[in-house]
Structures are given as C-alpha cells and as structure tokens.
C-alpha cells in the first residue's frame, strides 16, 4: 500500500487504519490533527478509517510557545 504522509510517498505491507499508522509514526501520544484526502478525521475515527492505497494525510502537531 502507497500512502503520502505531508507530501513523502510511503509504502506499507498492509493495509493500516489512522490509529495503527499513528502507532507507527510515534504521533499517538501528541496533539495533532489529520487529513486524510482533504478531510478532517476526529480522534474518534481513528480506529474506525482504514487507509486506502494513494490516499494523501497530512499531519499537523500542535507545538507550544511563548
């Protein structure tokens, strides 16, 4: 499965759903928001969407400042 992940092409063995690819990227503790195909997926959702080949996400982590 190809999936683009904030604009790199990444392939993966299986299929995965929000939740497990966020496992895998290290993102599941932090506060971020996705898109998957331009759409806005609740925390929710996650285990719920099973990712599709070429689908686009995009990642976006809050960061504090000051």
């Known amino acids: ?4 992940i904030n604009g790199i092409d990444q ?3 299986k299929t995965l759903n929000v939740y497990e ?4 990227l290290k993102y599941i503790d932090k ?3 996705i898109e998957i195909n331009d ?8 285990k719920f969407i099973r990712l599709q080949n070429n689908d686009s ?3 976006i982590e ?3 400042g000051g």
């Open 31 to 33: 506060k971020i928001a």
């Open 1 to 4: 499965m190809k999936i683009k």
């Open 11 to 13: 392939n993966f063995d």
């Open 57 to 59: 996400i995009e990642i």
């Open 39 to 46: 759409k806005l997926v609740s925390r929710s959702e996650y």
């Open 21 to 24: 690819l966020l496992v895998y």
């Open 62 to 64: 809050a960061v504090g």
